[in-house]
């Protein structure tokens, strides 16, 4: 500290609100190299409003109780406590914490000292830490509550899960005991290092807006994640929280032990946590497939965002992201999904060893410090050169146009000629992009491909805009490109290798990997959205679903057959649809009650265990009758003996919306009342859907209402229950004029850069496709541009170009639909 104290005289002191400092102005100037103290008292409100150090209450055994918890990320430890609050400025924390006596406090270093002691003659608790490493301020978390936890026995590092009593009692926190070791076990192999703490505790909060936090040795979850109660838990329940957890562990070295210097480049540290997420949990449960699922999960769902032209680029510059809410809107599809899809890509392309190498030099190297992104890209580089790796141009190269300029290719095949070309793709054919790119829409793409049901060894890498590649010329075979998809890309071919893969799809579908039977339905399906491709050629690769049983290609098609409801299931085209789609799935639903002896069992593999629900959902929502009485009865069995749920968890989803869909109030009414006592969450979560599924409009009017007292439903739930309603065709406009006649209570209530209302913008908007719809969105707009969205705001700029894109969907295709449906339905085979 400065031995002259006279020259820290603070002359001022004020807030700069925008941008949330609190600037000291002193008398004198610092001396460079000098250490300095400073010291302050503050107090804070512990509010219930889920970010800094806040309340979240809940009810347990007729008790009301509380728990003080935090959300630091990315901007909130400031409302903590006074502190330099970026990710670059690391700090070791000395963190003490007086609490209530019978409380435990939790942080994220190892309890060292608890001690009872009294303070103006009350008894207090007073628990000091460990210090921490050093580490940015965003990871911190600080907890008090009355909650216990199991362990496991291994001591480096001490696992625990931390949960309310009850729900440990129940053994809710077993699995994720279970898998914690196997996933910290193969990210310490995987990044060759060791895991840096001495605890890693992680923690299932009542109250939470996001997921998950991975806080340095203390995460923290929503409870339908970390929490899995074999008896009420589907098979989805507990892959969410084995991808969730191996998420968030990912981060304890990529992020937290290396941490890049600003969130510009938030997608480098989100995206590779999930990327890898998939591959901790394939490690843990190494029978479930879950590598290829990433296809679905991310990559075609970020595919349709990434698609439009108010699409962003992966990285942006440091000075165009400065305010929190800036900061906040970083968090996206985007930077998560594409993210992953990229650095999977270029996993692909070094080879998994190189990639390995490469990542563990950089964590070893950068260790406790920031980076930006390029130097992760150059501990790459050398790892392909100590590999004698060959590559067509450096790693920083080649991911540059995919990183640095939004969107992506559609790589264009004739087979006729052999001619390669690509092109950046847009879901509206008519759209303009305004943004200048350095790269020119233009990538250098790894395609690997099959050639009449035989691989080519080697990667070909697309490096201009068209070329001749003699080889891909079909020569009366079929041409398959980007197996797998590992490449972040969709494909496009002449007429006649469409046909020839039909062809191969109707007479033996299996000689095409199942990962690309589901990329076909879901290319040609966006190819046609954006006018390269006929609608009736994108319908015709689900003509051969009927013998499909395979979950991705089913989940590819559904996907993309919801959009078709969304924009079609107010029209007359709805019938023929649902006509078509009932023959098409009465075979698969056949087929599972084959396999489980007439929905006695449960299927083996874990996709079959989605697809059977796919197969349920779809043969009651389409009217197969066999379908629908069977939900009904199991749920009517549930009503007569509410103590005993005999409804598989992994169907509890589909026979609660299909039922309460098909019944009335008396079934809604069942619903809500179990939805209130449920004491597990992911329980909860499936009534709280299904609830939505009604078709009688006073429900949905009623449940609507609910989501203004967060006593009936709590606030991080509001935005789901109001796009579930949303999502329903008898809701749809219920949950629009819902928003619109609220939409300031709840902005202000519900403030806190959430993510939720982007998603509430995009689900209450989903069907819009009428000119009437598109003005009273623009009135919406302008009618609170005054306030503006906060998080929102990118969300309402897609939903206007979304509705525009959906209204000229339909006059182009809607006669071309009705056309092919119809034909369908008749006896004559196309």
Known sequence: ?????????????????????????????????????????????????????????????????????????????????????????KAIFHITLIHPPGTVALSNGMERDIANITIDGVSWTKTKF???????????????????????????????????RKAIDLGQ????????????????????????????????????????????????????????????????????????????????WFGNLVTLRWWNEVWLNEGFASYVAYLGADHAEPTWNVRDLIVLDEIHKVFAVDALTSSHPL???????????????????????????VLRMLSDVLSEPVFIQGLSTYLNYFGYSNTVGNDLWHHLQMAVKEYNGSLPHSVDRIMSPWVLQMGFPVVTINTAIGKVSQKHFLLDADSNVTVKSPYNYEWLIPIRWIRGGTVQKDIWWLMEKEVINLEMRSDGFWV????????????NYDLGNWERLFTQLNTNHKVIPVINRAQLVDDAFS?????????????????????????????????????????????DVYQPMQDYIRKQVTPLFLYFKNMTLDWSSVPVQHTDQYNQENAIRMACRSGVPECNSLTTAWFKKWMEEPQQNMIHPNLRSVVYCSAIAAGDEAEWEFGWSQFKIASV????????????????TELLNRYLSYTLNSTIIRKQDATSVITSVASNRAGQKLAWDFVRNHWEYMFTEYGVGSFSFASMITGVTARFSTPAELQELKEFVEAHSATGFGSATLAVDQALERTRMNIKWLQTNKQEILNWFNSQNG???Q
């Open 480 to 491: 398959l490109a980007n197996i797998n998809v590992t490449g972040y890309y969709r494909v």
């Open 527 to 571: 190819l046609a959205r954006a006018q390269l491709l006929s609608t009736s050629l994108a319908l015709r690769t689900t003509s051969y679903l009927a013998k499909e049983t395979e979950y991705m290609p089913w989940q590819s098609a559904l996907n993309n057959l919801d959009y078709y409801y969304l924009m079609l299931d107010r029209t």
């Open 1 to 89: 500290m400065a031995n002259d104290a006279a020259a820290l005289i603070i002359e001022s002191t004020w807030l700069q609100p925008e941008t949330q400092y609190l600037v000291i102005n002193l008398k004198s100037k610092l001396c460079q190299g000098q250490k300095y103290q400073l010291y302050t008292e503050f107090t804070g409100e512990l509010a219930d409003d889920l970010s800094g150090f806040y309340r979240s209450e809940y009810e347990e055994d007729g008790l009301q109780k509380m728990v003080a918890t935090s959300q630091m990320h990315p901007t909130y430890a400031r409302k903590t406590f006074p502190c330099f609050d970026e990710p670059a400025l």
């Open 130 to 164: 460990e210090p921490t490493k050093k580490m940015s301020t965003y990871l911190l978390a600080i907890i008090v509550s009355d909650y216990t936890y199991i362990n496991t026995t291994q001591k480096d590092p001490q696992i625990r899960i931390w949960a309310r």
């Open 827 to 829: 006896d004559q085979m």
């Open 681 to 696: 969450a992911n329980e909860a979560n499936k009534l709280m859907f299904a609830l939505a599924c009604t078709n009688n």
């Open 173 to 252: 926190g077993n699995y994720a005991l279970n898998v914690t070791g196997p996933i910290l076990d193969f990210f310490q192999s995987y990044y060759n290092i060791a895991y840096p703490l001495t605890k890693s505790d992680q923690i299932a909060l009542p109250d939470f807006y996001y997921g998950a936090m991975e806080n340095w040795g203390l995460v923290t979850y929503r409870e339908t994640n970390l929490l899995y109660d074999p008896e009420t838990s589907s098979s989805r329940n507990k892959e969410k929280t084995a991808t969730i957890i191996a998420h968030e562990l990912a981060h304890m």
């Open 315 to 341: 990285s942006s510059n440091e000075d165009s992201i400065v305010l929190p809410n800036q900061i906040s809107e970083q968090f996206d599809v985007i930077s998560y999904s594409k993210g992953a899809a």
